[in-house]
């Protein structure tokens, strides 16, 4: 089974960042589409951001031209850098594969201030 640990999450204030990271155990991740994915308070969880195996990426509407997504396979890692952050970006943000979702991580909690 796939273990997925999310860090970097933090309180911050509004207009700053934090830089997420996803470490998948083995090797696994870099044979697929990972997405970053966040749930907040009494809200369905959400996609935000995904990156295929060949680097392509795509975003939400809400956190395009502030996030980015990455990847290094080569340390089994997802990042999300996340950049002008509002507060309306509070939740606690999980990283997944995009399709035949594994076991969900414990998440990294986010919480910006106004």
């Known amino acids: 089974q796939v273990q997925l640990v999310e860090s970097g999450g933090g309180l911050v204030q509004a207009g700053g960042s934090l830089r997420l990271s996803c470490a998948a155990s083995?090797?696994?991740?870099?044979?697929?589409?990972m997405g970053w994915y966040r749930q907040a308070p009494g809200k369905q969880r959400e996609l935000v951001a995904s990156?295929?195996?060949?680097?392509?990426?795509n975003y939400s509407d809400s956190v395009k031209d502030r996030f980015t997504i990455s990847r290094d396979n080569a340390k089994y890692t997802v990042y999300l850098q996340m950049n002008s952050l509002e507060s309306e970006d509070t939740a606690v943000y999980y990283c997944?594969?995009?399709?035949?979702?594994?076991?969900w991580g414990q998440g990294t909690q986010v919480t910006v201030s106004s």
């Open positions: 990156i295929t195996t060949g680097g392509s990426t």
């Open positions: 997944n594969r995009r399709t035949a979702l594994w076991r």
């Open positions: 083995g090797s696994i991740l870099r044979f697929n589409h």
